[in-house]
């Protein structure tokens, strides 16, 4: 017999119509493997562009050389460094040279959203979970399967959340706010801190187990005080880009400012 079937689908909502396409096909006697169905091209909008990281520093050059040879595995990286030392593009340039590339790069700052929203940003929420929950809600795990979810400011997360996170980990799997149905996590996780995390171990204020699964592979960025001849490269990168943007005609700095 013929059967109709009618759903109304979010057409931004790619994992959505995947899991229809693939229950309305097993619904009719027949079989689909996971590789026949695949994940549509993501919008320009979408897609991370591999920056350009510029430095004259061997230890800058060490550290691009070990992020390359880790970057197309799916082991979780801990990238700590201050704030400016470009963490973000770290976990862009680990993004772009992996398999995943193709997928979402998810950035969230763990700083600025506050905790108790926090769970719901990552996870999402089922209709009813709260008061305004007035609709069933993707996290950004979800949005960022097969992809990168990159969790910045991983040092201001609170303690209850760093149990789910912990779990997540172990488990690939989580739970939506308000459900108890489980989801499937294949997301590859870089978190970053401006933070010295190991005394925050010792005081208690972060897991320690969260911290070894997250500290898989470190890598640390040096600041720019530690790697002097970057700083008129950059002076010079900046000044040009500038001039396009700005339509100025700054021809370079003094030898006294540098």
Not at 125 to 130: C, L, Q
């Amino acid at each position: 017999a013929l059967r109709e079937t009618w759903e109304w689908l979010e057409p931004r909502n790619s994992n959505k119509c995947l899991a229809l396409a693939e229950e309305l096909i097993k619904m009719n006697g027949g079989e689909i493997s996971k590789d026949q169905i695949k994940s549509p091209a993501l919008s320009n909008a979408d897609m991370v562009v591999n920056p350009v990281i510029l430095t004259r520093s061997p230890k800058m050059k060490e550290i691009l050389a070990l992020v390359d040879a880790v970057a197309d595995t799916d082991s979780t990286i801990l990238i700590t460094g201050g704030s400016g030392t470009g963490k973000e593009l770290i976990a862009q340039r680990i993004h772009c040279h992996s398999h995943r590339t193709a997928q979402r790069l998810v950035a969230v700052n763990c700083g600025a959203i506050p905790s108790e929203l926090l769970e719901s940003e990552l996870f999402g929420h089922v209709k009813g979970a709260f008061t305004g929950a007035i609709s069933n809600r993707a996290g950004r795990f979800q949005v960022a399967e097969k992809g990168t979810l990159f969790l910045d400011e991983i040092g201001e997360m609170g303690g209850n959340l760093q149990v789910k996170l912990l779990r997540v980990l172990q488990t690939r799997k989580f739970e939506p706010v308000g459900s108890t149905q489980s989801k499937a996590a294949d997301v590859r996780i870089i978190a970053a801190t401006n933070r010295d995390l190991e005394p925050e171990v010792k005081e208690g204020r972060f897991r320690e187990d969260l911290f070894y699964r997250l500290n898989v592979i470190p890598i640390h960025i040096p600041e720019l005080k530690e790697r002097k001849e970057d700083v008129q490269l950059l002076v010079e990168h900046f000044v040009r880009r500038f001039n396009s943007e700005k339509t100025r005609r700054v021809t370079g700095v003094t030898r006294a400012s540098l």
